[in-house]
């Protein structure tokens, strides 16, 4: 039984103001192809398959369509979990229609948590594989509030509850295991491991501060034969283990991810025993980052010109002068070539803010534990009360991230 792994689509998503549907559908058709030259029996997104939880209807278009041309391909089986990016109700709405074509989609937590269990079977209806789907498990699923507790009271609930969860989807998948016979039981799940990478500006980092929601690996992984994650955008092992992965995110989600070789994971089962291998997906929009003086920026783009490049650039102009035509000129430097500037920043103008909001700053253009930080120093806050007051702000930050707008 052959697998591929994959995560963190965020179809719809925009790069600053860049549709990028053309992206998403070059990466869509490439799966297909993949699938059918690999003999793929089963297909695991592992979270976060939209980019907002009210999707457009071109996003929407893409992942119905996929679905549908999956059905024509080698692959039996595609189970798909909720990501915090996803609305559960949105996912979960068409679940039924879905399942007549072996697509198993659980959008939340179940009230039964056997049903997050999914028996998957061959073409000769043999259980093939036993997948344990677990949502991105969000704080009011599976944690009680308490009178007067502490950050770290709510962060160690939290954490115990996530535990507790994957503890007993695996101790129940492993009895039924032994019922029908020596196959994977595979987990999934979507979620921040604890000494997990991330980049800068990716999203994740921002939204968890410090230690909060950060899950132990093996407590997640036990009596799993390969444990399928999703949430961070860099592929890698966890802690070591080649058997606990992030496949990150097919494409490079901002800036930060530009140069990043991009996976999605072949796992090849003999039994219950793996054989992992990643695959690199082709990039089809080249991102490039500059940062440096003004003279060494214009030398790079003149290169990008010269070998035809039609990439997007987002530039840093470390200079200590104050440029007041730099847009027009870089503008007009990429004007007859493929390429466009998304966003071009002075390091000299912004370190001129020192800490206060100029002409050239706009909240959008900044990110929002910046601005709150910012606010501690406005108001001269002591040290000993940022770690709490920066807890408090994270947890607010991860309530927004998570809500399901669809949810009446």
Sequence with gaps: MKLIHTSDWHLGRLLYTKKRYDEFEAFLNWLVDLINSEKIDILLIAGDVFDTSTPSNKAQELYYSFLGKITQTTCRHVVVIGGNHDSPTFLDAPKMILNVLN???????????????IILNDEQGKVEAIVCAVPFLRDQDIRKVGQAESIEDKNEKLLQGISAHYREISGRANQLKDEVGNVPVVGMGHLFTRNAKTTDGDGVRELYIG?????????????????????LHLAQSVEGSEKVRYSGSPLPMGFSEAGQEKKVIIVDFDQNTPTIREHTVPCTQELKKFTGDIDSIRNQIIGLIQSDSDAWLEIEITSDEILTDLTSVLDELVKESGMEIL?????????????????????????????FSRCLDAYEIEEEERSELISTYSEVVISMHTSDSNNN
Excluded: C, W
């Design 211 to 231: 230690t909060l929601a950060h899950v132990d690996e093996q407590t997640i992984s036990e009596g799993f034969d390969y444990m399928a994650l999703g949430h």
């Design 103 to 117: 697509v198993h989609v659980i959008g939340a937590v179940t009230e039964n948590i056997q049903e997050e269990i």
């Design 343 to 371: 966003r071009m920043k002075s390091r000299a103008i912004t370190e001129k803010a020192l800490g206060r909001m100029n002409i050239t700053e706009t909240l959008e253009t900044l990110d929002p534990s910046v601005v």
